[in-house]
């Protein structure tokens, strides 16, 4: 697929693109080729009244901190924003977004999460969430499969 830089994270995950577009300056067009996507289903949530749910879709994106959905979507599940953080764009650009807190589900694990107050057409399952959820991405497979958790003790003779 070829692809214009200014639209770039329409076809590549955050961590893809970074990596892309480093060092290509004067570059008109970028040609991908065999980068696969992880795609799953998810249940999310309000944590204060888990009756309003809602079933999505998300790209999952390694690259990127938080998980996104339009802000539309979260309004509609009364999803209040709860603060505000600053995040930087593929395109070295800084944005501010608010950000709240949702319940989420995706192969069975559940856990509350953050989550950011996106763009329409943005739906992204980020780093933290997939480490709430004690998953992680299988390469091989282009799946999402349980993680090995680790847990340390201090003091312990």
């Known amino acids: 697929m070829t692809n214009y830089l200014g639209n770039i994270t329409a076809y590549v995950t955050t961590a893809q693109a970074m990596i892309i577009t480093q060092g290509l300056k004067g570059v008109d067009t970028v040609l991908i080729l065999g980068m696969g996507f992880v795609k799953v289903k998810a249940t999310v949530w309000n944590i204060d009244e888990p009756g309003r749910t809602r079933e999505v879709e998300l790209l999952v994106d390694t690259g990127s901190t938080y998980t996104v959905l339009p802000a539309r979507i979260l309004n509609e599940l009364g999803i209040k924003p709860m603060g505000i953080r600053r995040f930087r764009l593929t395109d070295g650009r800084v944005v501010e977004r608010n950000i709240g807190v949702m ?5 069975g694990f559940r856990a509350y999460t ?44």
Request: without cysteine; hydrophobic residues 45%; proline residues 4%.
């Open 114 to 157: 953050i989550v950011v107050f996106g763009d329409e057409g943005t739906y992204l399952l980020g780093s933290i969430t997939l480490e709430e959820l004690g998953l992680e991405v299988d390469p091989v497979r282009g799946t999402l499969r349980p993680t090995e958790l680790f847990l340390m003790l201090i003091g312990r003779a």
């Open 103 to 107: 319940g989420i589900e995706v192969q």
